[in-house]
């Protein structure tokens, strides 16, 4: 059975930073395309990052460039995202995800979530 638990949210101020891990069990992460994806209140979720399977090439939004870093660690069957000079608007619950496809807005595999809130 495929689950994910992820962990690493919580409250922080505006120019803090938060590393969120999505540790996978029952299945190898780094056979998927892996997407951390998140959603605020009221909007759409939306792809934020994602990594390759084949060539660990990665993906990322115009909103989070350039601030968030997505890594693999293949011993831990974990994959990571680093967010750094976090933003108010960077608030919402994020969700990894296993097998991303079709322009990176959906995905196989779902993870529970985790919230994240930018706040002074």
């Known amino acids: 059975q495929l689950q994910f638990v992820e962990s690493g949210g919580g409250l922080v101020q505006p120019g803090g930073s938060l590393r969120l891990s999505c540790a996978a069990s029952?299945?190898?992460?780094?056979?998927?395309?892996i997407g951390w994806f998140r959603q605020a209140p009221g909007k759409e979720h939306e792809a934020v990052s994602c990594?390759?399977?084949?060539?660990?090439?990665?993906y990322y939004s115009d909103a989070v460039k350039g601030r968030f870093t997505i890594s693999r660690d293949n011993a831990k069957n974990t994959v990571y995202l680093q967010m750094n000079s976090l933003k108010p608007e960077d608030t919402a619950v994020y969700y990894c995800?296993?097998?991303?496809?079709?322009?990176?807005?959906?995905?196989?595999?779902w993870g529970q979530g985790t919230q994240v809130t930018v706040s002074s």
């Open positions: 990594i390759s399977d084949s060539d660990g090439s990665t």
């Open positions: 995800a296993a097998g991303v496809y079709n322009r990176n807005s959906q995905a196989d595999y």
């Open positions: 029952g299945f190898t992460l780094n056979s998927y395309r």
